[in-house]
Nanobody, 123 residues
Framework: QVQLVESGGGLVQAGGSLRLSCAAS????????MGWFRQAPGKEREFVAA????????DYADSVKGRFTISRDNAKNTVYLQMNSLKPEDTAVYYC????????????????WGQGTQVTVSS
């Protein structure tokens, strides 16, 4: 069992930055690929970024590539999402995800979800 708790969301102006954190409980954190998804009002949950269990491989949605960076610290059971050059279209609830695999882009393949943290980007 893995429990995930996100933090770091908030309100920021376009062009600004935020850093999301996801703290995981459980001794098997390092066995999971970790990811971030987001869901805007009226839209489906979509993939944002993923990182392998070792941190050696990362994957990004085209819409955030070059602006967002995912990282993890297995000693702290924490995964991060650094978001730079934020745009109003990045506004959404951001969810941390644990995947006992290689880091899936499909929400249906995620094993554990956090409760979400709101990110709002004003124009």
């Amino acid at each position: 069992q893995v429990q995930l708790v996100e933090s770091g969301g908030g309100l920021v102006q376009a062009g600004g930055s935020l850093r999301l954190s996801c703290a995981a409980s459980g001794r098997t954190f390092s066995r999971y690929a970790m990811g971030w998804f987001r869901q805007a009002p009226g839209k489906e949950r979509e993939f944002v970024a993923a990182i392998s269990w070792s941190g050696g491989n990362t994957d990004y949605a085209d819409s955030v590539k070059g602006r967002f960076t995912i990282s993890r610290d297995n000693a702290k059971n924490t995964v991060y999402l650094q978001m730079n050059s934020l745009k109003p279209e990045d506004t959404a609830v951001y969810y941390c995800a644990a995947d006992y695999g290689s880091g899936s882009r499909a929400p249906g393949e995620i094993d554990y979800w956090g409760q979400g943290t709101q990110v709002t980007v004003s124009s």
